[in-house]
């Protein structure tokens, strides 16, 4: 049944966002992970998991921007290029849209890293991932 | 006194995912029943080596009238996604055990990092399974 194997491909495609949105990934590498042309791809996406696969490996990588910008004391430009983001103007856009204030404003409100101590890794990628935000406020208030 | 003894995972070909988690992952068969009188229901546990009393039931989605056929369309579609179990193995080695599984073909979603809690790294099963495996931090103090 193609019902089966069509998510599981999709999966692949986003296993490797997770693993390698350090790289310099694009959504044409995770159609091809995935083995479906790109318009496509993007289509199926969406359709499984609620979100384009651009705005996932975004917020992919904007998790774990905040995830260094808490637990390490590496600059914003050297955490932006170390999750995969090669424009430290955007990525600051970016991640000011997601979090509601700006990367330095962010590490600076945030308690020290043990406090996250034993969470393990995949439930802190999961929910801490930020929602993705466009600048067109047509989806209703940011905070629900 | 209450103790795990068994936990269920899903899986979509129970002899794909008796290969993978024996050949592969390197545990060991539990128990292998096929019951004619229950339709040819197969109970398929696996153990590891170390743990021989607590096992992971590697169990098939049953079709009508177990589970009716939407149902079980709903659990296959969550299983690709990801989205229907989770294990969590512990190592002495997280390094180690990484190489040694991929040596034998397992394709890892994520490589060995350090953790506030140890040192982990993840993969998936044929079926979709996430699957961490652990090299946990001994806690002092």
């Known amino acids: 049944m193609v019902f089966i194997s069509r998510p599981r491909d999709l999966l692949r495609a986003k296993d490797l966002a997770d693993a390698q949105y350090s790289e310099p990934l694009r959504v044409d590498d995770l159609a091809r992970a995935a083995g479906f042309s790109r318009a496509h791809f993007s289509r199926e996406f969406r359709r499984a998991f609620g979100e384009a696969p651009h705005s996932y490996l975004l917020t992919r990588r904007l998790e774990r921007a905040a995830a260094l910008l808490r637990n390490t004391d590496r600059s914003v430009a050297e955490i932006c290029f170390s999750v995969g983001l090669q424009s430290v103007g955007s990525f600051t856009t970016s991640f000011t849209r997601a979090y509601g204030m700006s990367p330095t404003a962010y590490r600076a409100a945030m308690p020290p890293a043990a406090d996250h101590a034993l969470i393990p890794a995949c439930v802190l990628r999961a929910y801490g991932r930020p929602r993705s935000r466009t600048f067109r406020e047509d989806r209703g208030p940011a905070h629900p | ?141």
């Open chain 2, 1 to 141: 006194m209450i103790r795990i003894g068994t936990a269920q995972l899903w899986v979509h070909d129970q002899d794909e995912a008796l290969e993978f988690y024996t050949k592969q992952v390197g545990m060991e068969v539990r128990s292998d029943v096929t019951v004619a009188e229950l339709g040819n229901f197969r109970w398929l546990t696996v153990s590891a080596a170390t743990q021989p009393d607590i096992a992971v039931v590697l169990m098939a989605i049953p079709g009508p009238p177990v589970m009716d056929a939407e149902t079980a369309q709903q659990v296959r579609t969550l299983m690709a996604k990801g989205f229907a179990g989770t294990i969590f193995l512990e190592t002495d080695d997280c390094q180690a055990a990484y190489e040694e599984l991929r040596g034998r073909g397992v394709e890892f979603a994520e490589a060995p990092e350090e953790r506030p809690y140890g040192v982990d790294a993840a993969f998936r099963d044929p079926s979709g399974n996430n699957i961490r495996l652990v090299e946990p931090r001994e806690i002092t103090g």
